[in-house]
């Protein structure tokens, strides 16, 4: 059984920052790509940020400049830290792995977390 577990969310003011994390956690042989992605209210859900496991970054370019996801490998933790966040952000936070168990990769799913960027 494998479980991400995210922290981070909150509600912060335009121009703020909040840091995300997910930790990927049980049987894990190995933990490929990661990402975080959102969904806003009546929206659908948009990939914001991936990372690979050598390190390769990708962005949305609504974040690029703004965001920066890195992980640590020795702790199958990913991050996001947003910077500059606009009330456009606000969203749902969701984190995303690809964890080799044995042979086969799967991909799991974080609770959500809630980020909120007041006006």
Request: with cysteine; glycine share 10%.
């Amino acid at each position: 059984q494998v479980q991400l577990v995210e922290s981070g969310g909150g509600l912060v003011q335009a121009g703020g920052s909040l840091r995300l994390s997910c930790a990927a956690s049980g049987s894990i042989f190995n933990v490929n790509a990661m990402g975080w992605y959102r969904q806003a209210p009546g929206k659908q859900r948009e990939l914001v940020a991936r990372i690979t496991s050598g390190g390769t970054t990708w962005y949305v370019d609504s974040v690029k400049g703004r965001f920066t996801i890195s992980r640590d490998n020795t702790k199958n933790t990913v991050y996001l830290q947003m910077n500059s966040l606009k009330p456009e952000d606000t969203a749902v936070y969701y984190c995303n792995a690809d964890v080799q168990l044995s042979t086969h990769i799967y991909t799991y799913w974080g609770q959500g977390t809630q980020v909120t960027v007041s006006s």
